[in-house]
Nanobody, 114 residues
Framework: VQLVESGGGLVQPGGSLRLSCAAS????????MSWYRQAPGKERELVAT????????NYADSMKGRFTISRDNAKNTVYLQMNSLKPEDTAVYYC????????WGQGTQVTVSS
């Protein structure tokens, strides 16, 4: 089982990034997928969630209107489009799959700085 995040990096405030999380080894289309993030010295927090068929999404209040979670079950991949990025969005971003089991990726670093 693997969840492999990619797409992180350094971006200026106001910029955009698109994170991807490629899944393998389990029935991706049966799992609710989420993105979390953890900033230095802070607890891990939920960013967004999407149901197995992609019919429903939820976001943390501070991300609403700026971030969009989506998935492609044919590609076993979940995405996080992040726009209007702020320095406080700097964190390691993790994807998580919840279904029969609970899986986490290793994370990808996002740094928002000028």
């Amino acid at each position: 089982v693997q969840l492999v995040e990619s797409g992180g990096g350094l971006v200026q405030p106001g910029g955009s990034l698109r994170l991807s999380c490629a899944a393998s080894g389990f029935t991706f289309s049966s799992y609710t997928m989420s993105w979390y993030r953890q900033a230095p010295g802070k607890e891990r927090e939920l960013v967004a969630t999407i149901t197995s068929a992609g019919g429903s999404t939820n976001y943390a209040d501070s991300m609403k209107g700026r971030f969009t979670i989506s998935r492609d079950n044919a590609k076993n991949t979940v995405y996080l489009q992040m726009n209007s990025l702020k320095p406080e969005d700097t964190a390691v971003y993790y994807c998580r799959g919840v279904g029969t089991y609970d899986y986490w990726g290793q994370g990808t670093q996002v740094t928002v700085s000028s």
